[in-house]
């Protein structure tokens, strides 16, 4: 069966450091786009940063610059290494394939809260 687990969350004060993890049970994970999601209180799901099969990457909003996406084929694990974190970061972090139905599963995904 098809699972991610998000892990790496934590309290960390503004300009800190995280780097969160997904383990990614998937058929093919080489083979498929990883994007790292998260939603704040109050507010919609947002998409953080994407990387493609081959290792390439996207950014969204105000993370570019401060956050690198990563993944190891081999472990089937995708990364994201969050820098000179704000309190606007707080949020639950999840992680996803692209490609699935926004209406379909989800991982438990981990809370990153950025408080002096």
């Known amino acids: 069966q098809e699972q991610l687990v998000e892990s790496g969350g934590g309290l960390v004060q503004p300009g800190g450091s995280l780097r969160l993890s997904c383990a990614a049970s998937?058929?093919?994970?080489?083979?498929?786009?990883m994007a790292w999601y998260r939603q704040a209180p109050g507010k919609q799901r947002e998409l953080v940063a994407l990387?493609?099969?081959?290792?390439?990457?996207n950014y969204w909003g105000s993370v570019k610059g401060r956050f690198t996406i990563s993944r190891d084929n081999a472990e089937n694990t995708v990364y994201l290494q969050m820098d000179n974190l704000q309190p606007e970061d707080t949020a639950v972090y999840y992680c996803?394939?692209?490609?699935?139905?926004?209406?379909?599963?989800w991982g438990q995904g981990t809370q990153v809260t950025v408080s002096s």
């Open positions: 996803r394939p692209t490609a699935w139905n926004p209406e379909g599963y």
């Open positions: 998937l058929n093919r994970f080489g083979s498929v786009t």
């Open positions: 990387i493609t099969p081959g290792g390439i990457t």
